[in-house]
DNA sequence: CTGTTAGCGCTTTCAC
DNA sequence: GTGAAAGCGCTAACAG
């Protein structure tokens, strides 16, 4: 390339990555962009890599569990929040008998790990050691005995509280048949808790509904022979909700008038159950750019930003409730 | 780290690597790797793949369309056997507005690629150039106005068709409302008229299918009032089929009396959605193993292996159809 | 303003 | 058996 040319390697870099305090002749400047046009000349990441000892890779952990609609949003919306910080966004979808964590970013060469899920301590020193910056996302720091006001994390579930708290007077929970998703259902679980005793309504009936008809019936019968009664169902997501959908028609009742029910996601199915599924919607381009700042804060070696805005949560309000 | 074993650099690279053929002494092994142990030595993965001007990460490259359930299945099943390859597979998922594919790969230098969505000439010829191996997936490459037998593109259309062909005489098509996953229903629709023509069934009756009730009523009523009447829906997927069964039950009607419906994922909602929905189900570990194959006998510089076994399709029978 | 050089960490080749 | 050295492509620092 620098051959090609007849110009000096660096400078050849300073043409190409548009260095900026360096007075290159206009004349030279074409001939490398010339010479790079013909030679087909792409820069190798590889080694703008070892030289920086970082690349401007964020590598993304997805958990083992069944991703949905909603997840496949984020990691887009995850995507687009990185490449507007010049961070390019890659996904891992971590499974049972896969790579180990280590062979990944060893692979990789991230800058940053942003990980929906928690890893070993050793893999994170590990990490940390080799220069990448750690972020884990959807967990609370505050430890599992916290009793703080409702975080972001349980937000969800005070959302739905709240809304079905207006017509009902003992709320149930709705916890999914997978174990896999109990970091993420079970602060949600909280947050109704959290918003039942605000309110002054009585605890949550927690119970788990797996996705079958005939299961979710069995839960809807326990429910509404509880003392007191429950009326009224925060369901883990939408896949949850229309579960206890199909236990209500299988017991003949109808939902909200024997029981309501709200979801979260709102996902494509949602719309169309029977009946359409009331449900809450996270604002997912703003938790992107809430991590996509962490990340590029992280990697500028700035402060933990904390002037960043709540990410807002939103109704969907249809007919379930 | 050679420094501190008081070994050659090229020895440890060969303690490091196991590399055969090699005969080093158990001590100075031993040292070897009680040296990298304590300095937490890990290998770069940027050195070595500037060194070999390869790594061992193959790139999937996800579309702009929502990605559901049946998509995360997919990408956790390549994750697994590409790692059981010792390829490290990691996903980007295209979006509107992000980065441009060449900021992708060159971030990246995977050693291969391996795209869901199709991608311009010049593009893959750059990829090529850089050593890419270049795979795209889900498409068949006899272009649009190919007349041969039912490939595994369409698979799924026929499945559904000759399903319904049982107890119909006359076939619908639900087509999404999403112009992005046109590539991707086109086939699947395609299938479904030659299956119908197969099997001496008059063409199937194409209509987009929003996903809102009403819309899907209008198309129903349609369905209802073609000529010869239309009584079996084979739907683009899911969310599709449970649209349709929406509008039957917005307009007092009822899956299968009425009007049968048959989608495609077998997605969790599927299963709890009034009727339950019969489904086709991808034998997605299969395309896994089948995409893991073509990219390493293509690393490999192996001959296009055709001894490849065709996925399975299979149906996941329930009440709708 | 332009050209040269060193070195990021690794592997391969060659010399001891 | 082990050690030294070159070079993958890049950029920062320095010399012309």
Not at 36 to 46: C, V
Not at 72 to 92: D, I, M, P, S, Y
Request: proline residues 6%.
């Amino acid at each position: 390339m620098a051959r090609e040319a007849g110009v000096s390697r660096a400078t050849v870099s300073f043409v190409l990555n548009n260095t900026q305090h360096q007075k290159i002749t206009e004349a030279t400047r074409r001939r490398v962009l010339t010479a790079a046009e013909k030679l087909g000349y792409a820069p190798s990441a590889a080694a703008r890599t070892l030289r920086y000892g970082r690349s401007d890779v964020v590598l993304g952990l997805l958990p083992d569990w069944p991703l949905g609609y909603a997840a496949g949003q984020l990691v887009q919306e995850l995507t687009l929040a990185f490449a507007n910080r010049n961070l390019t966004f890659v996904v891992h979808s971590g499974i049972r008998g896969a790579r180990s964590l280590s062979e990944i970013w060893k692979a990789i060469t991230p800058a940053a790990v942003l990980s929906f899920e928690p890893f070993s301590d050793s893999d994170a020193t590990a990490m940390r050691a080799a220069g990448i910056e750690v972020i884990v996302a959807l967990y609370d720091d505050k430890g599992p005995g916290s009793d703080e006001n409702i975080t972001s994390a349980n937000a969800i579930g005070a959302a739905q509280a709240r809304h079905l708290a207006a017509s009902h007077r003992r709320l149930g929970y709705a916890y999914p048949d997978d174990e896999r998703v109990a970091v993420f259902a079970g602060p949600r679980a909280d947050g109704v808790r959290k918003a039942c005793a605000e309110l002054g309504l009585p605890e949550p009936d927690v119970r788990t509904v797996p996705l079958t008809a005939d299961a979710a019936a069995d839960a809807v019968r326990s429910w509404l022979a509880a003392d007191p009664q429950v009326t009224g169902i925060c369901a883990f997501n939408d896949d949850v909700a229309m579960s206890v959908l199909a236990g209500l028609r299988r017991l003949g009742l109808e939902a909200p008038r024997d029981m309501a029910v709200i979801g979260v996601d709102d996902s494509p199915a949602a719309a169309v159950s029977s009946p359409p599924l009331t449900s809450v919607v996270q604002d997912l381009p703003g938790i992107a750019e809430l991590y996509a700042n962490s990340v590029r804060a992280a990697l500028d070696g700035a402060p933990a930003t904390s002037n960043q805005v709540e990410p807002r949560i939103r109704l969907e309000v249809r007919e379930s409730a």
